[in-house]
């Protein structure tokens, strides 16, 4: 095959249609770049839960040595206080399942969790606390826990964790089906449009494809070109949905959220950088094969 | 060459078959014409050598080729051994009269020097030599035959198929097309012609096979184009 000859089949082909393909980058662009927002949204939801948050629904945070408060006055819990709050919790109905996380295991998963953010260098191992991280049988019995343990000696707080994260999760979720619905009618979109440039590309082009069929020119040759075709312009359209992603990343991310939210840990470019090239691979791929299967319909071989 | 048995062909939501129990045989180097009227099955019968259509029934054999077992990413391969003329020329008017003879060449994915040396080559032979760089708009329709024919030609096929290739032109040009048709013959490609021109078939008495609703009804080695009835 002589890459040449195809090359300027394919400039004549996009150029002719020239709206066409413009309809078909804006649309592949934009479901792309939905559908690459919702991947980092999703990845933003698995950052914020860390290690624990699928495991266990209640924290019972112990007394670190510098903790204040009045359950913690009498400073670091003891040895003995540990083994009796083990022994309370374990005989507990409600409990399924006691964790102890130690100071050290607590900084690693901390600093797994921010790896990406200057919070990571913030603490130190021994400002960590010691923990028990309690899995329950039914997770609304929360409140068992809080009335049991609350104000004892040696228990800095008992947290749930839900409460606190779920709303924010939820919200998070919301916007995910919804980018998700957008994507997919964009997708069809963009689908539908590929179909018709093809369409038309195949009809206005059937002097030539006739002639090749005729002195015999194999249907791999004859298709190539259309195909090769949507390929571009939907590499095009992936090219600005990646642009798109960055930006997002850079400014809603990096320069806007990050500056007024320090608490949260967000998706780091590593995340955005994983994400590229599923983009650019079904940017190309999906308006490829749809090109094929109209071709067999609309381009006799 | 060609060998027909008893081949039909029907096409749906028709309920005359276009072809009926054709049996034939056309061998390597003969010019054979095509007679009949519209809807007699010539274009059906071309278009069975061609493989755009299967027969419904029956055996075609194309250049040794059982065409009902040729798997279809062979047809290109089969195809390339054959030429191809049409009444409508069936050329690029985008493209110079070199380039609509290299595009054909190019498709099949002929080197860059062979098509180079080849355009100028055929275009001689058909005499459109120094003409490679005009468009087909500003030829007549003779001459756009010739490129025509050119294209068909330009990969030296065993067999050049001609649908009707006089139908849009005056008797004189038709004259030098048939001159041309039958010099190709003459370098032993076999030729089989569609046609309604009756004085073209009878100045050349070359065989002549005609066929009538759907059926053969005469087949004749230096035939006329048909009886006075």
Same mark, same amino acid.
């Given at each position: 095959?002589?890459?040449?000859?195809?090359?300027?089949?394919?400039?004549?082909?996009?150029?002719?249609?020239?709206?066409?393909?413009?309809?078909?980058?804006?649309?592949?662009?934009?479901?792309?770049?939905?559908?690459?927002?919702?991947?980092?949204?999703?990845?933003?939801?698995?950052?914020?839960?860390?290690?624990?948050? /699928?495991?266990?629904?209640?924290?019972?945070?112990?007394?670190?040595?510098?903790?204040?408060?009045?359950?913690?006055?009498?400073?670091?819990?003891?040895?003995?206080?540990?083994?009796?709050?083990?022994?309370?919790?374990?005989?507990?109905?409600?409990?399924?399942?006691?964790?102890?996380?130690?100071? /050290?295991?607590?900084?690693?998963?901390?600093?797994?969790?921010?790896?990406?953010?200057?919070?990571?260098?913030?603490?130190?191992? /021994?400002?960590?606390?010691?923990?028990?991280?309690?899995?329950?049988?039914?997770?609304?019995?929360?409140?068992?826990?809080?009335?049991?343990?609350?104000?004892?000696?040696?228990?800095?707080?008992?947290?749930?964790?839900?409460?606190?994260?779920?709303?924010?999760?939820?919200?998070?979720?919301?916007?995910?089906?919804?980018?998700?619905?957008?994507?997919?009618?964009?997708?069809?979109?963009?689908?539908?449009?590929?179909?018709?440039?093809?369409?038309?590309?195949?009809?206005?082009?059937?002097?030539?494809?006739?002639?090749?069929?005729?002195?015999?020119?194999?249907?791999?040759?004859?298709?190539?070109?259309?195909?090769?075709?949507?390929?571009?312009?939907?590499?095009?359209?992936?090219?600005?949905?990646?642009?798109?992603?960055?930006?997002?990343?850079?400014?809603?991310?990096?320069?806007?959220?990050?500056?007024?939210?320090?608490?949260?840990?967000?998706?780091?470019? /590593?995340?955005?950088?994983?994400?590229?090239?599923?983009?650019?691979?079904?940017?190309?791929?999906?308006?490829?094969?749809?090109?094929?299967?109209?071709?067999?319909?609309?381009?006799?071989? | 060459?060609?060998?027909?048995?008893?081949?039909?062909?029907?096409?749906?939501?028709?309920?005359?078959?276009?072809?009926?129990?054709?049996?034939?045989?056309?061998?390597?180097?003969?010019?054979?014409?095509?007679?009949?009227?519209?809807?007699?099955?010539?274009?059906?019968?071309?278009?069975?050598?061609?493989?755009?259509?299967?027969?419904?029934?029956?055996?075609?054999?194309?250049?040794?080729?059982?065409?009902?077992?040729?798997?279809?990413?062979?047809?290109?391969?089969?195809?390339?051994?054959?030429?191809?003329?049409?009444?409508?020329?069936?050329?690029?008017?985008?493209?110079?009269?070199?380039?609509?003879?290299?595009?054909?060449?190019?498709?099949?994915?002929?080197?860059?020097?062979?098509?180079?040396?080849?355009?100028?080559?055929?275009?001689?032979?058909?005499?459109?030599?120094?003409?490679?760089?005009?468009?087909?708009?500003?030829?007549?329709?003779?001459?756009?035959?010739?490129?025509?024919?050119?294209?068909?030609?330009?990969?030296?096929?065993?067999?050049?198929?001609?649908?009707?290739?006089?139908?849009?032109?005056?008797?004189?040009?038709?004259?030098?097309?048939?001159?041309?048709?039958?010099?190709?013959?003459?370098?032993?490609?076999?030729?089989?012609?569609?046609?309604?021109?009756?004085?073209?078939?009878?100045?050349?008495?070359?065989?002549?096979?005609?066929?009538?609703?759907?059926?053969?009804?005469?087949?004749?080695?230096?035939?006329?184009?048909?009886?006075?009835?």
């Amino acid at each position: 095959m002589r890459a040449q000859f195809v090359l300027s089949e394919i400039g004549v082909g996009l150029r002719r249609n020239l709206t066409m393909t413009f309809a078909v980058i804006v649309s592949v662009a934009l479901s792309l770049a939905l559908a690459g927002g919702s991947l980092l949204a999703q990845e933003q939801v698995s950052t914020m839960k860390g290690y624990w948050y /699928d495991k266990v629904q209640v924290s019972l945070y112990l007394c670190n040595k510098n903790d204040a408060g009045a359950s913690c006055a009498k400073g670091a819990v003891t040895e003995q206080q540990k083994s009796a709050i083990k022994a309370d919790l374990n005989k507990l109905d409600v409990v399924e399942k006691v964790y102890y996380e130690s100071a /050290d295991e607590a900084y690693k998963h901390y600093k797994e969790q921010f790896k990406d953010s200057p919070l990571a260098d913030s603490l130190t191992p /021994d400002q960590m606390q010691e923990s028990y991280r309690v899995k329950l049988k039914d997770p609304t019995k929360y409140q068992v826990l809080q009335t049991a343990f609350s104000g004892r000696q040696g228990v800095q707080e008992v947290q749930d964790q839900r409460k606190t994260l779920e709303p924010l999760f939820n919200l998070l979720n919301g916007m995910n089906i919804a980018a998700l619905c957008v994507m997919a009618l964009m997708l069809v979109v963009a689908l539908l449009l590929i179909v018709n440039t093809v369409r038309v590309s195949a009809f206005s082009r059937r002097r030539e494809t006739g002639i090749m069929r005729l002195v015999g020119a194999s249907s791999f040759y004859i298709q190539m070109p259309f195909i090769l075709e949507a390929a571009i312009a939907g590499l095009i359209g992936a090219g600005f949905a990646c642009v798109l992603l960055v930006l997002g990343k850079y400014f809603l991310i990096n320069n806007w959220l990050q500056q007024r939210i320090v608490l949260i840990n967000f998706v780091g470019w /590593d995340a955005v950088i994983k994400v590229l090239p599923l983009i650019v691979a079904v940017g190309v791929l999906m308006p490829a094969v749809a090109a094929f299967f109209t071709l067999r319909k609309y381009l006799k071989v | 060459m060609i060998r027909f048995d008893s081949v039909s062909k029907s096409y749906p939501k028709q309920n005359r078959p276009a072809l009926r129990d054709v049996s034939l045989e056309i061998e390597r180097g003969e010019f054979v014409f095509l007679v009949g009227s519209s809807g007699s099955g010539k274009s059906t019968f071309l278009r069975l050598i061609l493989r755009e259509e299967r027969a419904s029934s029956g055996q075609v054999h194309v250049l040794g080729k059982d065409l009902a077992r040729l798997s279809n990413w062979k047809v290109p391969q089969m195809r390339r051994q054959l030429g191809t003329v049409f009444q409508d020329f069936r050329l690029l008017g985008n493209k110079t009269v070199g380039e609509n003879v290299a595009f054909a060449l190019e498709v099949i994915g002929k080197s860059r020097g062979q098509i180079r040396k080849t355009v100028p080559e055929v275009l001689d032979l058909v005499g459109l030599g120094g003409k490679e760089d005009r468009m087909p708009g500003e030829l007549s329709g003779g001459e756009q035959q010739r490129v025509a024919i050119a294209r068909a030609f330009a990969n030296r096929p065993m067999l050049l198929i001609a649908d009707e290739p006089t139908g849009n032109l005056d008797p004189q040009t038709s004259v030098g097309i048939m001159k041309l048709l039958d010099r190709i013959n003459r370098t032993g490609t076999t030729v089989v012609m569609a046609t309604h021109d009756q004085q073209i078939v009878d100045q050349m008495r070359k065989r002549v096979i005609e066929l009538e609703m759907g059926r053969l009804v005469r087949d004749q080695s230096r035939g006329v184009y048909g009886y006075q009835h």
